[in-house]
């Protein structure tokens, strides 16, 4: 069975410094790892993804995320944090054959501090 | 270009009611994806629809039905709703042709209370 973990319900930054959120997965076969962004009263917004190839993947605003088959992990990651980066992230994962659907983590709140 | 739209924005129903969510996805994509999203946990996947076949389905009760039309637009239907069913619900929509690559793209959502 799929399934994606992220182990911070929240993480805080002061802005300008550099941000990681977290994300573990576990799945059979090649994972396909999405990061996406929520704020308040919206719907979820794609900021990058990783199905091949170069293991750091840059997406929108800014971010990027490493991809470690080791670790099984897909981390969320920006050199210098802003304010307006303060959402709830959500990473979520498929996989190559038999399903359609992701699965997503329980979110991870980011508060980026002035 | 027009995202992802759904209606309506919010909704209030009563226990035993039913309720009709639509999704309209962006120009050109032939899939729609349908998410439940409770309060202070993740998206859960409920069905997934392509040229309007059903590609898949999570581990949702037979209250819950979807259909996609011609146009690519979509319908989620809930019978007998029970209080555990008010969420947001996501709809997204993707190219359908890159399978399991493909990235999706969710709307805004509607937000449904079940009193």
């Known amino acids: 069975a799929q399934s994606v973990a992220q182990p911070e319900d929240q993480v805080n930054v002061a802005e300008g410094n550099p941000l990681t959120v977290k994300c573990t997965y576990s799945v059979s076969g090649n994972p396909y790892l999405f990061w996406y962004v929520q704020y308040p009263n919206r719907g979820l917004q794609f900021l990058l993804k990783y199905i091949t190839g170069d293991n750091l993947v840059k997406g929108s605003y800014g971010f990027e995320a490493e991809f470690n088959k080791s670790q099984t992990s897909f981390h969320l990651k920006k050199p210098s944090a802003l304010v307006s980066d303060s959402a709830l992230y959500f990473c979520a994962v498929t996989r190559q054959t038999g399903t359609y659907k992701y699965i997503f983590g329980t979110g991870t709140r980011l508060k980026v501090l002035a | 270009d027009a995202g992802v739209t759904q209606s309506p924005t919010h909704l209030i129903k009563t226990r035993g009611q039913h309720v009709t969510l639509r999704c309209s996805p962006i120009?050109?994509?032939?899939?729609v994806s349908w998410y439940q999203q409770v309060l202070g946990q993740g998206p859960q996947f409920i069905f997934q629809y392509y040229e309007k076949e059903e590609r898949g389905r999570g581990n949702f009760p037979d209250r819950f039905s979807a259909r996609q039309f011609p146009n690519y637009s979509s319908e989620l239907n809930v019978n007998a709703l029970l209080l555990g069913d008010s969420a947001l619900y996501l709809c997204?929509?993707?190219?359908?042709?890159?399978?399991?690559?493909?990235?999706?793209?969710f709307g805004p959502g509607t937000r449904l209370t079940v009193l």
């Open positions: 997204a929509s993707s190219l359908g042709t890159s399978g399991s690559t493909d990235t999706q793209y």
């Open positions: 120009s050109g994509h032939k899939s």
